[in-house]
């Protein structure tokens, strides 16, 4: 090296460091947690506050021995044994530690002793969130390491590795003002240090995790019209939660370009993107049902298993209290609360949400280039609570709170690591159609073709649907059932899917897809009582002698040459539907009819087409507006960005520059440079004395 070369920056990565003070508080509150929950339990006694330290300090060995050991077995169906077993050590080494110190502690039997960890842990964690502290983040990080470690040598190096966080549903104005607020403290933070910019992306017409996720993460949705849509060759009706529709969709449109191609991990998402290794990814359920190595972090620390069942038990309170709150308040729109929901709603914003974060930590140890990595709790609630309800607003504060440990942990891994976080996607809210109307999209359609059945699909919650299906694979339960299977295509006339607020009328009597002038002569009345309708904006219909067309109550858009004819039924929307309109006529799957509700810029309401209080799938409101937080130091984009596939090409670029062995960085640092030769025609790099953020 000559004499005047400035030296490379090495990495170096810190060790988490044992805090004496706080690990002496945090055994005398797990002394007292002991204590009190034995009182409670009959058949369990501690002697004194002494006793309950002693018993204290003896489960912590045990704890740091037992749960790793247990996790490090190749289980089949991970999730629901490993869980269960470790449940079954938590109890066990209460029954050891009475073995080892009988004048300390008494316990009659296991029942006793489960229902004593239980309590305990549920004294813990009420504690700890009096106090401030979610959890003992230095006593998860040493564990989430020594698994890592097993699993093979940690990459380590100066080029960064990068996070991808994708927040499901959020919407860029509901984070603004979540930002102003205070919810999401930790995102404030990033911006105000300007470590952090945020900008917005624009959504294609199919406003949902399938397509946008498609895009992102393969670079490719070309064909997915919607959540669901319908084969007519085939008569099968394709759904974005189902396994095996996943899998199909993912071999489709991979090309060998993924987001997450060459390492990368895939967490909790609808597609892999060509990762090397995924968790809870639907088109990779298969795997599920094997040996999974990448539960291990979760499960080798033996206090998130009774610690999970005691915030399940709370998330399914809270929910339970915040239905019945808008009930008495009379909160409208309200949707459906009841049933299983408040059991999905808590498996989403608890078990799985600690799940993939714990996934995230173990790629970080790991030292893996990239992970992507989906959080739908926010997502979940506000289907049910609605938009910026209290109990949704606190499931976005939570996952800040989680990214925040993310960020913390950075120091600890073999390489540095860049965070951005995103969202697929928004959502805009308002009281459904048929809430509106006392009757569905189907049924209007039915009432209006001049004869035949109409079958109708509404699934419903994208995200109870997925991941009710991904957990039933990943734990040997798997009753065979797909949305839309109860309804036999070639046996209807029609069929109506809703979408969110985009519907699809599929006319099924011919395996091709029916002109406007077809349509109007079999069923006359179909088309004009959908124009009509006070609650739908446009129908999308390709004219034999027009091409794809618009159509509305007052007026049609000719959309490959933008001629209207009276009133635009565009007119609202985006400077961008008509593009929009225009792409998704040409996909072969596209339906006959595809229908779009209205949306209030006044009021900011729309209506779904299924049961959804807040909704996403079409275009109308915040749905369509999601964001991109990113770290000052990568790339920005030139000018705005339109569709997912536009976002794919930027986080490429991104991670590029991230894991370019030539541009060593620190986290969320200074400018870097790409690899890769087309990021210069997509990206500018950031000035790094620009203050400016975006949004």
Same mark, same amino acid.
């Given at each position: ?47 004194? +506050? ?60 296991? /029942? ?127 759904? &974005?939660?189902?396994?095996?529709? &996943? ?15 060459? /390492? ?29 190595? /990448? ?90 609570? /609605? ?143 959908? &124009? ?49 309109? +225009? ?23 729309? &209506? ?42 930027l986080l490429r670029a991104w991670r590029a520059a991230c894991n370019a062995p030539s541009s060593p960085r620190s986290p969320s640092g200074g400018a870097g440079t790409t690899a890769d030769p087309d990021a210069h025609a997509l990206v500018r790099v950031s000035s790094a004395g620009n203050t400016r953020r975006d949004g």
């Amino acid at each position: 090296m000559a004499p005047d070369a400035t030296p490379v920056p090495v990495w170096s990565p810190e060790r988490p460091r044992l805090r004496p003070l706080r690990l002496a508080g945090a055994w005398l509150a797990s002394a007292l947690a002991l204590l009190l929950s034995a009182g409670l339990v009959p058949g369990a006694e501690i002697r004194g +506050l002494d006793g309950a330290v002693v018993v204290a300090a003896i489960v912590a060995a045990l704890n740091a021995v037992l749960p790793p050991l247990i996790a490090a077995l190749r289980l089949p169906f991970t999730v629901a044994v490993g869980f269960l077993l470790v449940l079954a050590v938590d109890a066990a080494m209460l029954l050891l530690a009475a073995e080892i110190a009988p004048n300390e502690l008494h316990v009659d039997g296991f /029942g006793s002793a489960l229902a004593v960890a239980l309590i305990a842990s549920a004294v813990s964690t009420a504690v700890g969130a009096v106090a401030g502290i979610d959890d003992d983040t230095a006593y998860t990080l040493r564990v989430a390491r020594r698994v890592a470690r097993r699993a093979g040598e940690p990459i380590a190096g100066d080029a960064s590795g990068i996070l991808f966080l994708e927040i499901d549903g959020l919407a860029l104005p509901v984070l603004r003002r979540a930002i102003r607020d205070g919810t999401t403290p930790n995102m404030a933070r990033w911006l105000a240090e300007d470590t952090h910019r945020l900008v917005e992306w624009e959504t294609d017409l199919s406003s949902q995790t399938g397509a946008s996720q498609a895009g992102i993460l393969l670079g490719d949705n070309d064909d997915i019209p919607a959540f669901r849509w319908v084969d007519k060759p085939s008569g099968a009706i394709v759904t &974005c939660s189902s396994p095996d529709d &996943c899998r199909a969709i993912e071999r489709l449109h991979a090309s060998g370009d993924g987001l997450l191609v060459g /390492g990368g991990t895939s967490r909790g998402n609808l597609l892999s993107g060509e990762a090397d290794a995924a968790i809870l990814t639907v088109s990779r359920m298969a795997d599920e049902k094997r040996a999974n190595p /990448g539960y291990r972090a979760f499960l080798a620390n033996g206090s998130n298993v009774t610690r999970t069942l005691v915030l399940v038990a709370w998330e399914i309170s809270l929910e339970l209290v915040a239905a019945a709150r808008q009930r008495r308040r009379d909160v409208r729109p309200r949707g459906h609360r009841g049933g299983v929901y408040p059991l999905l709603r808590a498996g989403m914003c608890v078990f799985v949400r600690d799940l993939i974060v714990f996934s995230v930590l173990q790629d970080m140890f790991r030292g893996v280039p990239a992970v992507y990595a989906t959080f739908a709790s926010y997502d979940e609630v506000a289907h049910h609570s /609605g938009l910026e309800r209290p109990d949704t607003l606190e499931a976005l504060r939570k996952l800040d709170q989680r990214f925040g440990m993310i960020e913390r942990a950075r120091r600890y891994a073999p390489r540095p690591y860049e965070i951005v976080v995103l969202s697929d996607h928004g959502q805009t809210q308002g009281a459904t159609f048929r809430q509106r109307n006392g009757y569905g999209l189907d049924d209007l359609v039915e009432r209006s073709l001049s004869a035949g059945r109409v079958g109708g699909v509404d699934a419903g919650d994208e995200n109870a649907t997925g991941v009710q299906r991904a957990l039933d694979e990943a734990t040997g339960r798997k009753d065979g059932t797909q949305d839309g299977e109860s309804v036999d295509v070639r046996e209807r006339d029609a069929v109506v899917l809703g979408s969110g607020n985009l519907g699809l009328v599929y006319l099924t009597r011919d395996a091709h897809r029916l002109t406007l002038e077809e349509i109007r002569e079999r069923h006359p009345a179909l088309v004009p009582a959908l &124009c009509a309708h006070p609650h739908i904006a446009f129908l999308l219909a390709r004219s034999a002698a027009d091409g794809a067309v618009a159509l509305g109550p007052g007026g049609t858009h000719r959309l490959a040459d933008g001629v209207v004819s009276g009133t635009d039924p565009l007119a609202g929307f985006s400077p961008n539907a008509a593009r929009h309109l +225009l792409r998704a006529d040409g996909f072969p799957h596209v339906a006959d009819l595809v229908v779009n509700s209205f949306y209030d810029p006044v009021t900011e309401e729309g &209506c779904a087409f299924e049961e959804l209080i807040s909704f996403h799938g079409g275009m109308g409101g915040p749905q369509t507006r999601p964001f991109l937080l990113y770290p000052t130091g990568l790339p920005a984009p030139v000018g705005p960005l339109v569709g997912a596939e536009s976002v794919h090409r930027l986080l490429r670029a991104w991670r590029a520059a991230c894991n370019a062995p030539s541009s060593p960085r620190s986290p969320s640092g200074g400018a870097g440079t790409t690899a890769d030769p087309d990021a210069h025609a997509l990206v500018r790099v950031s000035s790094a004395g620009n203050t400016r953020r975006d949004g």
